[in-house]
């Protein structure tokens, strides 16, 4: 019986996620390589976090989503699985967001972080 818990993620751009848990100071490797779980089970993953207690986080592709995958009862983050997320989704979405941008031409004018934790991007594009 599996451990492993599979949690779905809007996350869909694997370059985004690594700059993303990379802006976090979050060590992960890049796989495919083994999630280490519960008994020795071990899971598939594009990306891993190992943790110190030989339980990894990993976040695994499933044809359309990158899922976070992980032992849930060994989970030894700073902050809880909702926040780890919340905190990995922003980043996520900012990386998106400069990328697409960047591929229409436009470019971050200003850059504001809020005393709640959300960022404000203005992006501009200059026309000929």
Do not use: C
Request: charged content about 20%.
């Amino acid at each position: 019986m599996s451990h492993f818990s599979q949690i779905k993620t809007q996350i869909r751009n694997l370059p985004a996620l690594q700059s993303a848990l990379t802006d976090l100071e979050i060590d992960w490797k890049s796989g495919p390589r083994e999630v280490r779980g519960y008994k020795g089970l071990t899971h598939t993953a594009e990306v891993v976090i190992e943790q110190d207690n030989q339980y990894d986080i990993g976040f695994a592709w499933n044809g359309q989503e990158y899922e976070l995958v992980a032992d849930l009862q060994y989970w030894k983050q700073a902050s809880n699985v909702d926040r780890f997320l919340s905190k990995v989704t922003q980043r996520y979405a900012y990386h998106t967001i400069v990328q697409e941008s960047s591929q229409k031409g436009f470019q971050i004018a200003e850059q504001q972080h809020n005393q709640d934790g959300s960022l404000r991007l203005v992006l501009q594009r200059w026309s000929a």
